[in-house]
């Protein structure tokens, strides 16, 4: 049995949907952490939104939403073609708290600061970071390019399929005998 070249580009097409769409969704609820070890190397990991600490070299380290800054990854098969927004935390070795993205320096919180603080209020800070710094309310052209982009590409799809369906009906009409053409 073959496949015509229209369903085959349509598959592939729809696998790497799918893999974008997976991508940016196993990312989206991770945070990517960094840790400068004394020796200047560096260590790099993902982290589930639901920690509340890191572990790196033995040692354990705070999540704090407030120093949650926005990273382009362009790593893997997708981020290489499409970068995509992460959450990033940077720690160093000589802090259990990540590097504030103001000033780049660690602030030592203390846990009656913890406690008085109102968790709802770090995570509606972290929300409005995170929507400056994608230009959520900033750049609505660019969010509605993507899905323009989408849109024309399955209009593309749309009509190669079309018009490979009509090819094929008329080659098998003309297989079958065809019209009588007089001479």
Known sequence: ??????TFFLLVFGALLFLVWWQVNSLGSKIFCTFRRKDRGKIERF?????GVVNFDGGQYEIDPRKI?????????IGMFIPIPVRCLDFTWSSRVPESPDDFTSTWDTPDARAMADSRSDWRGM????????GKKTNLFGNWMIWVG???VL?????VYKDHVAITSVQKYLEAGGANIPK
């Open 47 to 51: 982290v589930s939104l639901k920690e």
């Open 69 to 77: 800054t926005i990273l382009k990854y362009t790593r893997g098969l």
């Open 127 to 134: 929300n409005a970071g995170i929507d400056t710094q994608t």
């Open 1 to 6: 049995m073959h496949m015509s070249s229209g």
């Open 150 to 152: 989408i849109a024309v």
């Open 155 to 159: 209009v593309i799809v749309y009509f």
